[in-house]
């Protein structure tokens, strides 16, 4: 059976699988590769690493514009509590990021990506 989705409920669908990934980081430990996907996809991120001790996701994103030579890399920190909010605040209307948000959702929720259906 497909879900059928418009960027609305794309979008607060995705802020559901965030708190539920907050809530799995604050009780494993440990953040969901799922959930360094959607952050690397959403920031163009070289790397994303939650820092057990302050609770925190690093975020390393390339500043160079070309390679030449050794990247620039800036290391963004951001409280657990807030990567929900950074992550929305970040959404992508676009037709491949739309899909890709759809591929997340049915991966948590046990579809089939092809029957996420965006409109």
Do not use: W
Not at 78 to 106: C, H, Q, R
């Amino acid at each position: 059976m497909a879900a059928y989705f418009n960027t609305n409920q794309l979008r607060s669908s995705l802020q559901e699988l965030l708190r539920m990934y907050i809530l799995e980081c604050k009780e494993c430990n440990e953040l969901s590769q799922d959930c360094i996907d959607l952050i690397r996809h959403n920031f163009l991120a070289e790397f994303v690493v939650y820092n057990k001790k302050d609770q925190t996701i690093e975020v390393g994103i390339n500043e160079e514009e070309r390679f030449d030579g050794y990247p620039n890399i800036k290391v963004y920190t951001f409280p657990l509590e807030e990567i929900g909010k950074k992550v929305d605040y970040s959404f992508k209307n676009n037709s491949e990021d739309l899909e890709f948000y759809g591929k997340m959702i049915a991966r948590k929720k046990g579809l089939k990506s092809s029957s996420i259906i965006v409109m």
